[in-house]
């Protein structure tokens, strides 16, 4: 025992004398410096994980740290870029023993969202490397500062009008004198959408932004061109047209032929402005009768497909009745029922919109939403232009049927609409009550009807603007935000460009011929009421309106 004990010493004293002069072992590992991560942010004092809304120009952002940080490698590894992709430029300090980064940016711009990004590049004093990569959203608040000088409200909705009105005016067609679709159609014109157009030109006359002559001159080569040139398809035009030719242009594939909801638009205009051209002169007496004649031409009747109490809203020379979209409430589309049972040549009986529009009573609604409650149409409301195309001539102050009082639902369908927005249950960036309003528009990348349950955070002017005649004061207060708050970004040579989404920072460039109309002539039908007037003192449609049951004052 005592001779083993001798022999294993003897080895471990030739072990470690073999250590310790690097005989026979290996070199000690290298010293890895450890990683470390990222702790917290705030910005402005707040903290918020990872998401930053409404912050000002020059926000003041704390990286913390579980390990102080290298300097150099800061430039590198900490960046702040917008949405375009645009570097920002910072300055940086250093508290907490340098595990805190102070970022303090050059200025940013407003109404822009930016991403700081933190990779793996930034390195501790020990030359650590970030654990794993941090990204932190900003988003820029609206500048409070008046992009143009402050005017009256009056002179505001006469600009607003008159810019507006140099879509159709400047823009219009130079061939047919119709309005382009969109403000980079080329030679598609639209059918609807000029049929605001032709009612734009009746306000702009009677505002004195063109002489009653031009404006008559203009509608002569309109309506010529309507009653002449255009295609139709048993009298009804189709949505899009060729400027020049008058040839359909395919809205979609089936699509290809008839509009009749199109078209109700567009005789809404032409009978407005029959009503408005009256004086004796053969050149305004032959454009009463050439209006006369077009509207006469429209087979309404015949979009019943076989005497069906309903109307079909398009009609194909190749495809016949087989998109069958029934016209059916509540949407935009009240027009086409009253067009057609004023019609002197293709009336409809009241069977048609009771069984067709009203859907049998269907049509109406009767739920409360935000203490609002709503007549007719589908929950909340639906986008705004429901309210606005068919009423920019059908006056519906004490105007009533079976199934609403039709300024009741006017008025409550805007309401809702603002109040929703003002609510903002999507957490919409901008929602407020100066910034109000979902409708069909062009969205980023897209186009959609916007409504309270269909929101996608984008707010298109001409929504709260038409709105003018049932919500004044809000519609009041959210054109004012639009023209002094966000006019450097949406004020455009044809008046206010088509939507934005403050989320994104995304401003359209677009302006759309059926988003434009509205503006100006709802605006003048709660300045004056001129369009209301003049549309209801058609004795067609006085006709028409109490043969579908309608009562109202301006019936008489």
Same mark, same amino acid.
């Given at each position: 025992?005592?001779?083993?004990?001798?022999?294993?010493?003897?080895?471990?004293?030739?072990g470690l004398f073999s250590c310790s002069k690097g005989g026979g072992g290996s070199n000690p590992p290298p010293v890895v410096p450890a990683s470390f991560s990222f702790n917290s942010v705030t910005v402005n004092g707040v903290s918020n994980g990872f *998401?930053?809304?409404?912050?000002?120009?020059?926000?003041?952002?704390?990286?913390?740290?579980?390990?102080?940080? @290298?300097?150099?490698?800061?430039?590198?590894?900490?960046?702040?870029?917008?949405?375009?992709?645009?570097?920002?430029?910072?300055?940086?300090?250093?508290?907490?023993?340098?595990?805190?980064?102070?970022?303090?940016?050059?200025?940013?711009?407003?109404?822009?969202?930016?991403?700081?990004?933190?990779?793996?590049?930034?390195?501790?004093?020990?030359?650590?490397?970030?654990?794993?990569?941090i990204n932190i959203n900003l988003s820029t608040s609206i500048d409070s500062t008046n992009k143009f000088p402050t005017i009256t409200d009056d002179q505001l909705l006469t600009l607003v009008q008159q810019q507006t009105f140099k879509y159709f005016w400047?823009?219009?067609?130079?061939?047919?004198? /119709?309005? &382009?679709? &969109? *403000?980079?159609?080329?030679?598609?014109?639209?059918?609807?959408?000029?049929?605001?157009?032709?009612?734009?030109?009746?306000?702009?006359?009677?505002?004195?932004?063109?002489?009653?002559?031009?404006?008559?001159?203009?509608?002569?080569?309109?309506?010529?061109?309507?009653?002449?040139?255009?295609?139709?398809?048993?009298?009804?035009?189709?949505?899009?047209? @060729?400027?020049?030719? +008058?040839?359909?242009?395919?809205?979609?594939?089936?699509?290809?032929?008839?509009?009749?909801?199109?078209?109700?638009?567009?005789?809404?205009?032409?009978?407005?402005? &029959?009503?408005?051209?009256?004086?004796?002169?053969?050149?305004?007496?032959?454009?009463?009768?050439?209006?006369?004649?077009?509207?006469?031409?429209?087979?309404?009747?015949?979009?019943?497909?076989?005497?069906?109490?309903?109307?079909?809203?398009?009609?194909?020379?190749?495809?016949?009745?087989?998109? *069958?979209?029934?016209?059916?409430?509540?949407?935009?589309?009240?027009?086409?029922?009253?067009?057609?049972?004023?019609?002197?040549?293709?009336?409809?009986?009241?069977?048609?919109?009771?069984?067709?529009?009203? @859907?049998?009573?269907?049509?109406?609604?009767?739920?409360?939403?935000?203490?609002?409650?709503?007549?007719? +149409?589908?929950?909340?409301?639906?986008?705004?232009?429901?309210?606005?195309? $068919? #009423?920019? +001539?059908?006056?519906? *102050?004490?105007?009533?049927?079976?199934?609403?009082?039709?300024?009741?639902?006017?008025?409550?369908? $805007?309401?809702i609409n603002y109040d929703y927005c003002v609510a903002n249950p999507a957490k919409n960036m901008g929602y407020s009550a100066d910034c109000w309003g979902l409708t069909a528009s062009d969205i980023e990348n897209g186009y959609t009807a916007s409504s309270?349950?269909?929101?996608?955070?984008?707010?298109?002017?001409?929504?709260?603007?038409?709105?003018?005649?049932?919500?004044?004061?809000?519609?009041?207060?959210?054109?004012?935000?639009?023209?002094?708050?966000?006019?450097?970004?949406?004020?455009?040579?044809?008046?206010?460009?088509?939507?934005?989404?403050?989320?994104? +920072?995304?401003?359209?460039?677009? @302006?759309?011929?059926?988003?434009?109309?509205?503006?100006?002539?709802?605006?003048?039908?709660? &300045?004056?009421? /001129?369009?209301?007037?003049?549309?209801?003192?058609?004795?067609?449609?006085?006709?028409?309106?109490?043969?579908?049951? #309608?009562?109202?004052?301006?019936?008489?």
């Amino acid at each position: 025992m005592k001779s083993l004990k001798i022999y294993l010493g003897l080895i471990l004293v030739a072990g470690l004398f073999s250590c310790s002069k690097g005989g026979g072992g290996s070199n000690p590992p290298p010293v890895v410096p450890a990683s470390f991560s990222f702790n917290s942010v705030t910005v402005n004092g707040v903290s918020n994980g990872f *998401n930053y809304a409404n912050i000002n120009s020059k926000p003041v952002i704390k990286l913390s740290f579980s390990a102080a940080i @290298n300097h150099a490698s800061v430039s590198n590894g900490i960046t702040i870029k917008s949405s375009l992709g645009t570097a920002v430029s910072y300055s940086t300090s250093y508290q907490n023993n340098d595990s805190t980064v102070v970022i303090s940016s050059s200025a940013l711009a407003y109404l822009t969202k930016y991403t700081l990004a933190i990779s793996t590049d930034l390195k501790s004093s020990k030359n650590g490397s970030l654990s794993s990569a941090i990204n932190i959203n900003l988003s820029t608040s609206i500048d409070s500062t008046n992009k143009f000088p402050t005017i009256t409200d009056d002179q505001l909705l006469t600009l607003v009008q008159q810019q507006t009105f140099k879509y159709f005016w400047d823009f219009g067609h130079p061939t047919s004198g /119709l309005a &382009r679709e &969109r *403000n980079t159609s080329g030679d598609v014109v639209t059918t609807g959408g000029s049929g605001f157009g032709v009612m734009a030109i009746v306000v702009g006359v009677s505002r004195q932004f063109v002489t009653r002559a031009d404006g008559l001159a203009r509608m002569q080569k309109i309506v010529a061109f309507l009653k002449n040139t255009a295609q139709t398809f048993h009298g009804a035009f189709p949505h899009w047209m @060729n400027g020049v030719s +008058g040839v359909v242009v395919p809205f979609s594939t089936q699509d290809d032929g008839a509009d009749l909801v199109e078209t109700a638009y567009m005789m809404e205009g032409l009978l407005t402005a &029959r009503q408005y051209f009256n004086g004796a002169s053969s050149d305004e007496t032959q454009l009463r009768a050439d209006i006369n004649t077009i509207y006469d031409r429209v087979e309404w009747d015949w979009f019943r497909q076989n005497g069906q109490n309903q109307l079909t809203w398009h009609w194909s020379p190749d495809y016949g009745f087989a998109l *069958n979209v029934r016209i059916e409430g509540w949407d935009e589309a009240l027009i086409t029922y009253v067009m057609a049972a004023a019609s002197p040549t293709h009336s409809i009986p009241q069977i048609v919109y009771t069984h067709g529009w009203a @859907n049998d009573g269907g049509i109406k609604n009767g739920s409360s939403y935000f203490g609002v409650t709503l007549p007719l +149409g589908p929950a909340e409301g639906g986008p705004l232009f429901f309210e606005h195309y $068919s #009423f920019l +001539g059908i006056n519906p *102050n004490g105007l009533s049927d079976t199934y609403a009082s039709y300024d009741v639902q006017t008025k409550a369908h $805007s309401m809702i609409n603002y109040d929703y927005c003002v609510a903002n249950p999507a957490k919409n960036m901008g929602y407020s009550a100066d910034c109000w309003g979902l409708t069909a528009s062009d969205i980023e990348n897209g186009y959609t009807a916007s409504s309270p349950t269909n929101d996608v955070g984008t707010i298109a002017p001409t929504a709260a603007i038409s709105s003018m005649p049932y919500t004044p004061t809000q519609s009041l207060q959210a054109l004012r935000f639009f023209y002094y708050k966000l006019g450097d970004k949406m004020w455009g040579p044809y008046g206010f460009y088509d939507a934005f989404d403050l989320n994104d +920072g995304w401003y359209a460039s677009s @302006n759309l011929a059926i988003d434009e109309g509205p503006i100006i002539g709802m605006i003048e039908n709660y &300045r004056t009421g /001129l369009l209301w007037s003049l549309f209801m003192s058609c004795p067609e449609v006085k006709t028409g309106m109490k043969s579908l049951g #309608f009562t109202s004052p301006n019936l008489n």
